[in-house]
């Protein structure tokens, strides 16, 4: 029996993937170019790339990160003014970041990008193994997060970069978003906004905030890109969970939901912006990292000073 193969909405050949959002039918290629158009205008309407930048991308090895330092090395690459470093944080997990920071070395190989490795033994003398069974007040991710947060912008000061970009993908962006409308976090969701320049911090990009996380596995596929498997052991943000299946449930039935939630974000994040201004920055009394109050994250985490 002949089977009916569905074709791309945009030429003849063989469709690989259909955007439910769209209503479209794409084959490889016009897959790969909606993808990377959608990246250009996210970085041309949020990020402006000037001349003579450093950007840094915070590489961990896994699909996300990996397809950010492809595609901004696709478009920036060869542009001389322009240097691509990448940063991976080894936050000491035995049995998952070896295996994703060996990733990280072979896709950076390959493109030719320096790849700069710190670690938080080195930085702070400690490692996520001996932090998740330890009695705390957090969630293993919230410590992970902010030291890893930190130990980037504090690297990607050191090597005079402009930008530090992100794998943040559109399923991140809206977990996010609604993560922090059901806490009540104002501050969070102003923060979550596309950022402004302010001292001591390295501006964030997120070129993948508008592809959905399923697009960049699938760009990641097709481009053969070395990637890190298994998962985190000390992954259980409970509540980001739920949120990711409640998601992912409402994508089904109601298909453009998490764009949705994306671009009305963006159409409030200029008035949260001015209703609730971001306070000056100072510098942590003991890291000397910018942070809003004497102590930085990082350092009120780690019971430093006490
Ligand atoms: Fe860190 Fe949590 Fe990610 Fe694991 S899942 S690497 S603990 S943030």
């Known amino acids: 029996m002949e089977t009916k193969t569905i074709k791309c909405n945009k030429c003849n050949n063989d469709a690989i993937i259909f955007q439910k959002y769209s209503g479209m039918h794409l084959c490889k290629r016009h897959f790969i170019e909606d993808v990377e ?5 996210t970085i041309r309407k949020h990020y402006s790339v000037k001349r003579n930048e450093v950007i840094a991308v915070g590489l961990s090895g896994g699909k996300d990160s990996s397809t950010t330092l492809y595609i901004l090395d696709r478009i920036f690459g060869k542009r ?3 240097e691509i470093v990448g940063i991976s944080i080894d936050e000491g997990i035995e049995g998952y970041r070896p295996d994703t920071i060996s990733s990280a070395k072979e896709l950076t190989e390959k493109l030719g ?4 490795v710190r670690s938080f033994r080195e930085e702070y003398g400690t490692t996520m193994d001996e932090i998740a069974p330890m009695q705390r007040e957090k969630g293993a991710c919230s410590y992970c997060g902010v030291l890893r947060k930190s130990l980037l912008n504090k690297t990607a000061l050191e090597i005079g970069a402009t930008k ?5 993908n559109l399923d991140d962006e809206a977990q996010t978003i609604l993560l922090n409308h059901l806490k009540g976090d104002v501050s969070r969701m102003v923060r979550l906004a596309p950022p402004k320049e302010l001292e001591g911090l390295v501006l964030r990009m997120k070129p993948l905030r508008q592809i959905p996380e399923k697009e960049v596995a ?4 097709l481009h053969n890109l070395p990637l890190g498997f ?4 000390y992954a259980h943000e409970a509540m980001r969970r ?5 998601l992912n449930e409402f994508e089904v039935r ?8 994306l671009s009305g974000f963006d159409k409030i994040s200029g008035i949260l912006g001015r209703e609730f201004p971001q306070e000056g920055l100072l510098n942590c009394i003991i890291c000397g990292q910018a942070c809003t109050g004497e102590l930085c994250q990082a350092c009120k985490l780690l019971k430093r000073g006490q």
């Open 230 to 233: 298994g998962g985190c052991p």
């Open 242 to 246: 739920e949120i990711r299946i409640m």
């Open 254 to 261: 109601h298909p453009g939901t998490k764009y949705a939630l």
């Open 218 to 221: 699938l760009y990641a596929y």
């Open 113 to 116: 990008i320096r790849l700069i």
């Open 37 to 41: 158009r959608k990246i250009k205008l």
């Open 80 to 82: 001389p003014d322009i």
């Open 164 to 168: 530090l970009a992100i794998g943040h």
